[in-house]
């Protein structure tokens, strides 16, 4: 019988299976090579890359707000200590440090998943997370995730991993609309992540598996049980002390904004600031997701003062219509420090600060000082302050109707006294006024500035300034006559860290010293003796004037300290944009700039300059009181008066007219009795007069007439 040996098929069959395997492999791996060689790294996509142009306040540190809607801020992975990277190691990828980019456990668990449940489970890596949110779309497919594999085990090939996390953590979405770990430590605890501590970066790890689901408004049990589970995974790792696990509590999560981000004073400030931007040459795609740092003028405490003033100090009554807007700028460089345009910037766009559009009344009475000061008219000039009065055929009235008799330019400049103003506007004329408006600070473009049909009327602030321009033109005063350009930005950093621009100062010498001081020390007397002394309560020098217009369709009042200049404006207007009457307004019969505006001012001026030095203006110019010679009698050939001088009471004098009636010497009485005038008839009872004085008339003068009242202007 013969002994049948063992097959040698199966032998074969397993042979040539075991080479139809590492053939599959082989082809495997060499078209995965190719696969590999051919997959390239594209740019990343605008929206992982693009980060929302910052702007900040004056410091340079908080932050007002951001332009654009990307809330992305890259940060270097240096800058994000190691705690916090642990803690999203912990939650995200455990073994990054150790893999290549994809994980087969991962990915076997994702097909499982997606297979057997339906859903489209993603890996896990870091790596293939990053890969998703930088070059690819948010697509659902297996084609998709192909590519997701490929791009991140190409990744780690050509970029570093602590590359790769760095990006990573600059790009993940946290919620509250916060992409990059930077802007959501800002967003839920107000701080930057270099200053969170590890109960924070816990929480931060914990929300990026689900941001919405995940939010502490929605879902507060369900983020504090995956904060705890961050933690322990770190004191598995080794990453974290099991005494400091112990010790960790749930961090306080700042609530979320209500509302809007341009909400309150936000939307007025970051408006302004995006204006001057394109002003400067940024475009559109610069200043919306070019990952600007703007570091504004607005100084924090200064804002919060303005906004705190206008509702402790504002009308709370009968304020329909309502406009009342607050500027602040810093003589000597431009600088917006403070700014209130309006309630609320969702409900209102028009910025009252910067919007000119209420007559400014009195306040123009500074520039016409200046121009007096100017024509070598001092302040002890006199002037008829008598209401009403008419000049040049324009009649007008002070405020209340009340006369004061003659006064001089520092007393109409105290009692803010219309007649007196207009007359030595009348005299040293309408455009020298016009002038000093201009080259303090106020556009030639202004509402109501009518330069090519000027009039008497100027000088009661018929114009329309911004509160800012007023503000601004006073600051060249207390600049001692050097006008600066205002400006919101004070620099702009690219999203490199390189410097793209610095504020400096553009300045022009206006007026000389004598001017500028001769006008602040007589707004200076406004505070103490006049108008202004609401303003005494700031306990600081301070120069200011007040401003009340025809009808009370608006009221100002603007000042400065040596540090601050500020200006305040309130007005009303109707449904369709017309101005009206404030009478009525928080319980007022009559707004002026001596009630609420001056309040306003003083409760600003007082928190905004809190503890910074006191500091006292120049003494007043040796010219400002210089006596005037003004002559006692009009002489003959004397056309008027010296401008600044009153008229005197005796106008006239004339010497005897020569007597041209011949007469015969012979007809002299030589027994005649001393001091008998020859040929003068003496008639009984009168004493002869004497010839050494002639014949003496009195004047026709009857003082300055006053016309009936016509019209009445701003006071």
């Not at 929480?203 to 504090?224: F, T, V």
């Not at 006064?407 to 040293?428: D, F, P, R």
Request: aromatic share 8%; with cysteine; proline share 7%.
């Amino acid at each position: 019988m013969i002994e049948l040996s063992s097959s040698p098929r199966p032998r074969k069959w397993l042979a040539r299976l075991i080479w139809l395997a590492v053939l599959v492999v082989a082809v495997g791996v060499a078209g995965f090579a190719l696969l590999l060689a051919r997959t390239d790294v594209p740019s990343p996509n605008e929206v992982s890359t693009s980060e929302a142009t910052i702007v900040y306040y004056a410091d340079g540190q908080r932050e007002i707000g951001r332009l654009g809607e990307a809330t992305r801020r890259s940060v270097d992975l240096a800058t994000i200590p190691e705690p916090v990277q642990f803690a999203v190691l912990s939650a995200e990828d455990r073994d990054f440090y150790n893999h290549g980019g994809i994980s087969p456990v991962g990915i076997a668990r994702s097909a499982w998943n997606n297979i057997t449940g339906g859903s489209t489970q993603g890996a896990s890596t870091i790596t293939q997370q990053y890969a998703k949110n930088a070059f690819l779309t948010q697509e659902r497919s297996w084609d998709r995730k192909i590519k997701e594999a490929m791009l991140a085990f190409k990744l780690e090939t050509i970029v570093s991993k602590d590359q790769i996390l760095e990006d990573y953590l600059n790009t993940i979405y946290f919620g509250r609309g916060a992409y990059g770990i930077e802007a959501a430590s800002i967003a839920y605890f107000n701080q930057p992540v270099s200053e969170i501590d590890i109960s924070q970066a816990a929480m931060l790890a914990a929300i990026i598996k689900s941001p919405g689901g995940l939010a502490p408004e929605d879902n507060l049990p369900g983020l504090k049980g995956r904060w705890a589970y961050v933690l322990d995974s770190m004191v598995e790792q080794g990453w974290l002390d099991p005494a400091a696990r112990e010790e960790a509590r749930f961090p306080d999560i700042k609530e979320q904004r209500a509302g809007n981000r341009l909400g309150g004073q936000t939307g007025y400030l970051l408006t302004a600031v995006e204006k001057q931007l394109r002003e400067m040459g940024y475009d559109e795609t610069e200043i919306q997701r070019g990952g600007l740092k703007i570091v504004s003028t607005f100084e924090r405490r200064a804002q919060r003062a303005a906004v705190a003033a206008v509702k402790e100090q504002g009308p709370s009554s009968n304020t329909e219509g309502l406009r009342l807007g607050l500027a602040a700028v810093r003589p000597g460089t431009g600088e917006v420090v403070a700014m209130y345009g309006g309630k609320d910037f969702i409900d209102d766009q028009i910025n009252n600060a910067t919007r000119a559009f209420a007559q400014a009344g009195s306040t123009f009475k500074a520039f016409a000082l200046a121009a007096a000061t100017e024509k070598d008219l001092p302040l002890n000039s006199v002037w008829m302050g008598d209401s009403p009065a008419t000049i040049n055929g324009y009649t007008l009235r002070n405020y209340g109707n009340r006369s004061f008799g003659i006064v001089t330019l520092l007393q109409a400049t105290e009692y803010s006294i219309n007649t007196a103003y207009v007359e030595m506007e009348a005299e040293i004329g309408v455009e020298a006024v016009a002038d000093v408006a201009i080259r303090a600070g106020i556009p030639a473009t202004t509402p109501g500035m009518n330069l090519d049909a000027l009039d008497l009327t100027f000088v009661l602030g018929t114009a329309s300034p911004s509160a800012l321009d007023m503000a601004n033109s006073y600051a060249t005063f207390a600049n001692r006559g050097t006008r600066a350009m205002v400006t919101f930005v004070k620099s702009v950093t690219g999203p490199n860290g390189g410097l793209l621009f610095q504020h400096e100062p553009d300045v022009s010498a206006e007026f000389d010293s004598m001017t500028a001081d001769t006008v602040t020390y007589a707004l200076n007397r406004v505070v103490t003796n006049g108008t202004g002394t609401r303003a005494l309560e700031l306990q600081r020098p301070a120069a200011a004037k007040t401003g009340t217009t025809d009808d009370n369709k608006s009221a100002w009042f603007a000042g400065y300290t040596p540090q601050l200049s500020t200006a305040v404006m309130m007005a009303k207007e109707d449904s369709d944009g017309m101005p009206v009457s404030m009478a009525g307004t928080g319980g007022l019969d009559t707004v002026t700039g001596g009630s609420f505006p001056a309040a306003i001012w003083t409760a600003f001026m007082k928190a905004a300059l809190k503890g910074d030095p006191v500091v006292e203006f120049p003494p007043p110019p040796a010219g400002a009181m210089v006596e005037l010679e003004c002559p006692e009698f009009l002489e003959p050939g004397m056309e008027e008066v010296p401008m600044g001088c009153p008229v005197p009471e005796v106008t006239t004098e004339f010497e005897p007219e020569p007597i041209e009636e011949e007469f015969d010497p012979a007809d002299i009485n030589p027994d005649a009795p001393p001091g008998e005038v020859p040929g003068a008839e003496v008639l009984p009872g009168q004493e002869p007069p004497d010839p050494a004085q002639g014949d003496l008339f009195g004047p026709d003068n009857d003082g300055r007439t006053n016309a009936p009242l016509e019209e009445s202007r701003p006071n």
